[in-house]
């Protein structure tokens, strides 16, 4: 079936290590993000990426950096520069571009980063 | 910038009755889309239903109507006959609409209003 993959569900980074989430999409979506949702409150962007070889920062990428080598894989790591990274991280994707669906964006299941 | 506001943190309704929900926005954007997006207890991101802001026809989906006022920049959410499994957090949220059409998902999220549907 046709989706976002985000791995792992569950991650636990001791204090100064860099971790990196997975996303991958069989959507054939152009673009991707990474959105960051603390409890209680809405999602904010991190980092969206158009294509290929391109991304840009969205509202709160400090402490976060990003790839885009290929058109289904965007992954996220969290470096020793983000001062409070546990939260929830979800991934989403849209096919960019004149599209009759409305360029609805479609979200993974979520990967849960906690600092201990 | 756009911002998104819902002003009801937690709403409650029972089961086979009707709620709304509300979403305020304040853009300088004349095109672009809004949705209403539920998160369950799972934290799945679910489309509920999404309106076009050049579309004067409110969207509807099933049991889910809008109620899109553009001049007053009010995007409410109907939930007709609840049923236990609305029960969820829903999100409003904007997206531009770039011109020809295209737009690439920079979503602006409200704070999320916590709906639990009683028996």
């Known amino acids: ?116 | 910038a756009q911002t998104v506001t819902q002003s009801q943190p937690e709403m409650s309704v029972q089961e086979a009755e009707t709620v709304t929900l509300s979403c305020t926005y304040d853009t300088s954007e004349s095109n672009y889309y809004l949705f209403w997006y539920k998160q369950p207890p799972s934290r799945q991101m679910i489309l509920v239903i999404r309106q076009e802001a050049y579309k004067q026809q409110n969207a509807t989906e099933n049991r889910f109507s809008v109620n899109f006022q553009k001049a007053a920049k009010s995007f409410s959410l109907k939930i007709s006959d609840s049923q236990l499994g609305d029960t969820a957090m829903y999100f409003c949220a904007f997206m531009k609409r770039n011109a020809g059409g295209t737009s690439y998902g920079k979503l602006t999220f409200g704070q999320g209003t916590i709906l639990t549907v009683h028996p």
């Open chain 1, 1 to 116: 079936d046709g989706g976002i993959t985000q791995s792992p569900k569950y991650l636990f980074r001791k204090e100064g290590q860099n971790v990196t989430l997975s996303c991958e999409q069989n959507l054939n979506h152009d673009a991707m993000y990474w959105y960051r949702q603390d409890p209680g409150q809405g999602l904010r962007l991190i980092y969206y990426s158009q294509i290929v070889n391109d991304f840009q920062k969205g509202d709160i990428a400090e402490g976060y950096s990003v790839s885009r080598e290929k058109k289904e894989s965007f992954p996220l790591t969290v470096t020793s520069a983000q001062k409070n990274p546990t939260a929830f991280y979800l991934c989403a994707s849209t096919a960019a571009g004149r599209q009759s669906s409305g360029n609805t964006i479609y979200f993974g299941e979520g990967s849960w980063l906690t600092v201990v």
